[in-house]
């Protein structure tokens, strides 16, 4: 193996490699980086090597990822294949001995950074699996982690791997890049507590339901009871909702202004004969609309889910979730029942859990609502997070009680 390149990294980056962070994004640093190295040696402001990095010239942002800070990285380089093999493995080991995963058959195999697996997302989904590369540099490392995933689950076939290019161009990277082979089975069915879901893997970014929420939707079973009216807002296929009628809930409403996700609603209660559909309904609007509607209609609810995207925009600017919250709780308040609960999720590394608390905090006294906050959420069980990485903890909810 040739040398490794040796570059002095910003030094930000030198803090917060230190601090934990296991990313380089690009500054005028990392873009001197010699394009053609898979690895960088990072070096602090003395020339001292602190790090062995894998290199990605062609992304726009995170320009390195840490993979070890251990000396000597030579050495570290000259190993790298049986070492990712090794760390796939631990990831893999350590799902299989969680007990609360066995209650459903999608969940992570592989959460990258917090498994010290830059970039590498895997997703079991019954008998497939999905490898979501937040990277390039994997590419070449594609086959090496397939075959590492068959050989602890010799029951995945070839054609139930799936690979999927994540990155900021999200509209250029819709499909898995198997998913024009017609011999492909790319929709099928899973179960998640019990019930089933339709998942589409060749359709469109995101397959159907979130993995990365089963924990939380788990958490969420003390609050549903058979007494509960619940209102779940950007509802997607549903995920929520038919959670809270399996919980019993007497009666649920989902909101979404996508036709198509409320479409593969419909079809997910289809898969699941013990729900009664007819407590369910489903409204294909805005959740602006549907909360004055409504209102207007004198409806209350015992729980409502509220799960907006992070951003969105109505054609001529861009609203964050957090910025829109203020006019979603005056909204959410009127159609909740005291005693009732709403619970509030932000999806963005953007904005860390106190930050979110504190201004939902400021927006409840500015609003004169009397609310306490009940629970905290984050990611959980299969999707680790790791201390001074906030990118990872993208995600947060609070479960607000009114009182
Ligand atoms: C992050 S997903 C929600 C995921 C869902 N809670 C789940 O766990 O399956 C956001 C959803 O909001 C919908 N959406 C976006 N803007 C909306 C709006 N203004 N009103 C209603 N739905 C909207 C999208 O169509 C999408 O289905």
């Known amino acids: 193996m040739n040398k490794i390149p040796e570059c002095i990294i910003h030094?930000?980056?030198?803090?917060?490699?230190?601090?934990?962070?296991?990313?380089?994004?690009?500054?005028?640093?990392?873009?001197?980086?010699?394009?053609?190295?898979?690895?960088?040696?990072?070096?602090?402001?003395?020339?001292?090597?602190?790090?062995?990095?894998?290199?990605?010239?062609?992304?726009?942002?995170?320009?390195?990822?840490?993979?070890?800070?251990?000396?000597?990285?030579?050495?570290?380089?000259?190993?790298?294949?049986?070492?990712?093999?090794?760390?796939?493995?631990?990831?893999?080991?350590?799902?299989?001995?969680?007990?609360?995963?066995?209650?459903?058959?999608?969940?992570?195999?592989?959460?990258?950074?917090a498994d010290q697996l830059p970039g590498i997302f895997i997703q079991k989904l019954g008998s497939r699996v999905l490898i979501q590369l937040y990277t390039s540099f994997w590419n070449p490392y594609k086959s090496i982690i397939q075959t590492t995933i068959q050989e602890v689950f010799p029951e995945i076939k070839d054609d139930d791997v799936w690979f999927q290019l994540r990155g900021e161009t999200r509209?250029?990277?819709?499909?898995?890049?198997?998913?024009?082979?017609?011999?492909r089975r790319d929709e099928f069915h899973l179960q998640e507590f019990g019930l089933q879901y339709l998942v589409r893997l060749g359709s469109s970014y995101d397959h159907g339901l979130y993995t990365d929420m089963s924990s939380v939707r788990h958490t969420l079973k003390k609050f549903i009871t058979n007494d509960s009216a619940v209102l779940n807002l950007y509802c997607y296929t549903g995920a929520y909702s038919l959670w809270a009628m399996k919980l019993g809930a007497k009666q649920v409403t989902s909101v979404d202004l996508s036709p198509k996700y409320i479409e593969w609603l419909q079809q997910n209660l289809g898969l699941n004969p013990d729900l009664n559909s007819a407590q369910h309904e489903a409204l294909t609007m805005s959740v602006d609309e549907a909360l004055v509607k409504l209102k207007n209609d004198e409806r209350k609810f015992d729980f409502i889910i509220c799960d907006p995207p992070s951003s969105s925009t109505d054609g001529d600017k861009r609203t964050s979730a957090i910025k829109a919250y203020k006019d979603?709780?005056?909204?959410?308040?009127?159609?909740?029942?005291?005693?009732?609960?709403?619970?509030?999720?932000?999806?963005?590394?953007?904005?860390?859990?106190?930050?979110?608390?504190?201004?939902?905090?400021?927006?409840?006294?500015?609003?004169?609502?009397?609310?306490?906050?009940?629970?905290?959420?984050?990611?959980?069980?299969?999707?680790?997070?790791?201390?001074?990485?906030?990118?990872?903890?993208?995600?947060?909810?609070?479960?607000?009680?009114?009182?």
Not at 171 to 183: C, W
């Open 11 to 113: 030094p930000i980056s030198i803090k917060l490699i230190r601090q934990g962070h296991p990313w380089i994004t690009a500054d005028s640093f990392s873009n001197r980086f010699p394009r053609q190295s898979e690895f960088i040696v990072a070096m602090d402001d003395r020339k001292r090597p602190m790090a062995l990095l894998i290199h990605d010239p062609v992304h726009k942002n995170v320009k390195a990822r840490v993979w070890t800070t251990k000396y000597p990285f030579d050495q570290e380089a000259q190993h790298f294949t049986a070492s990712l093999q090794a760390r796939l493995d631990l990831a893999f080991e350590k799902r299989l001995k969680e007990p609360a995963l066995k209650e459903r058959e999608n969940y992570y195999l592989a959460f990258g950074e």
């Open 171 to 183: 509209e250029l990277q819709k499909l898995p890049i198997n998913a024009a082979d017609p011999g």
């Open 328 to 403: 979603l709780i005056s909204k959410m308040d009127k159609v909740l029942n005291s005693k009732g609960h709403m619970v509030i999720f932000l999806n963005t590394h953007q904005v860390n859990g106190s930050k979110f608390e504190k201004t939902i905090q400021d927006v409840l006294s500015e609003l004169k609502l009397n609310y306490k906050l009940n629970t905290r959420l984050t990611l959980g069980q299969d999707c680790p997070t790791l201390k001074g990485f906030p990118e990872g903890s993208y995600l947060k909810g609070l479960v607000l009680e009114k009182l």
